[in-house]
């Protein structure tokens, strides 16, 4: 270990802690506004307006292409503010450009009259989103104390759901005009990435002399992490992946409205907005609670397994569920287990990084296991609809829900890391 690691672990953080933490609120609440709603609304509607009784297939290649666009972006984004020197720091630097980059672009969508009009705009939105959360993860990575992880977990768990209840409450309140509605996404986006640019003090970097220039191969080595160096990584990307996965049925919800239930696309937005409501009640019982007792307990594990088993419990809900009130009865169990996995998996996953000095590099690689499956599930989805329809897409990913939670077995646990009994933090070459 190198000197200059030893200091990046020991010296104490450029921002307070209570000031760091509003700052991680802003920049995820952005972050989380400027996807979610879209995926859990707009895009949906958008995309009926445009194409009609295909509107599912176009939704499934948009946010297919979108989440490709992320994957690609993030680790990139990661890699490149680990070597940003500006003086506005290397994390604050790509939290603003690229976060208000995406607020301008939401607010234009609105515009947009064709299938690869749409598809075009949120590539470019979720790549800019996936430069701004590499930033913002190797944030935390670099400034939140260790005894603070579980409650700083907890917090982004919270803003994951409780930003998109803004977006969907001030959305609700305007009238239904497309770019309207964008408009205000992009706003509210925008105003939580320039007050975390407020609230976070971030110091230049100094580069190493001795660090390679950026090259190609480097760039293309900032998607991978070998799991066979660091097998706890590995474990860790795994369950992140698999958890991620099923959560990802979170965006079908407004086709089970509309296709099973033959809900009116107008009263669409209603639904989703209670939806979120009650997913917002649960996450706040279970994130606060959640990040606050594992800080306590200095335990991580038992949290991420019971949220996975959770969350696949309530896609078994959705999944047969015969009306609607059962449908809300289901989200509501998925939003308590994604809810406990959430307030501890970032926590557990900052925990798992090899080097502090590519800390962005390294969790944007953790990044790709939430990003894939949003990539991954639209392009397997239609496969499923129509070999059960509903119940097969919820009931398969309820499956990949359960293998996450049991792979958490063979993480360490905080203060277990040199116990033999699970993989080791790192293994020589």
Known sequence: MTTQTQVARTAPPATGQRRLIGALVGTNAA????????????????????????????????????????????????????????????????????????????????????????????????????????????????????ERRGTASGVVAFVALAGPVVGFAVVSAVPAVSWLQWLVVGVLSAAGVLM????????????????????????????????RKYPAF????????????????????????????????????????LLTLI?????????????????KLRRQKPFVLAGGLVLAAGLVVVALSPSIPVVYAGAAIMSLGYGTFLATDFALCLRMLPDPESAGKDFAVLNIAAILPVAA??????????????????????????????SVARLPDIGQEGDPRFAAMNRSE
């Open 31 to 146: 972050a989380y506004i400027s996807t979610a709603v879209p995926l859990n609304l707009l895009l949906v509607t958008h995309l009926t307006g445009i194409a009609g009784p295909g509107a599912t297939s176009a939704f499934s290649l948009v946010t297919g292409i979108g989440g490709l666009a992320g994957l690609v972006a993030n680790p990139l984004g990661g890699r490149i503010s680990d070597r940003t020197a500006a003086r506005f720091g290397r994390r604050r630097t790509w939290i603003f450009t690229a976060g208000l980059g995406a607020a301008i672009l939401l607010m234009v969508m609105g515009w947009t009259t064709a299938v690869w009009q749409v598809a075009l705009g949120w590539a470019l939105i979720t790549a800019l989103v996936g430069f701004q959360l590499a930033a913002s993860s190797a944030l935390a990575a670099d400034q939140v104390a260790p």
């Open 196 to 227: 975390t640019c407020v609230l976070v003090r971030d110091p230049q970097h100094r580069t190493p002399v001795d660090e390679p220039r950026l090259s190609l191969a480097i760039i293309l080595r900032s998607y991978w992490v070998s799991p």
């Open 234 to 273: 590995g474990w860790a990307w795994a369950v992140r992946f698999l958890i991620t996965a099923a959560w990802a049925s979170n965006s079908y919800l407004a086709f089970v409205f509309t296709q099973r239930f033959a809900v009116p696309t107008a009263d669409v937005p209603g639904k989703i907005f």
């Open 279 to 295: 997913a917002i009640a649960c996450v706040a019982v279970t994130a606060w609670l959640t990040g606050w007792l594992s800080d």
């Open 377 to 406: 599930v639209p392009f397997v989805a239609p496969a499923l609809l129509a070999v059960g329809g509903f119940a097969t897409l919820f009931g398969g990913l309820a499956v990949l829900g359960v293998a996450g939670a049991l």
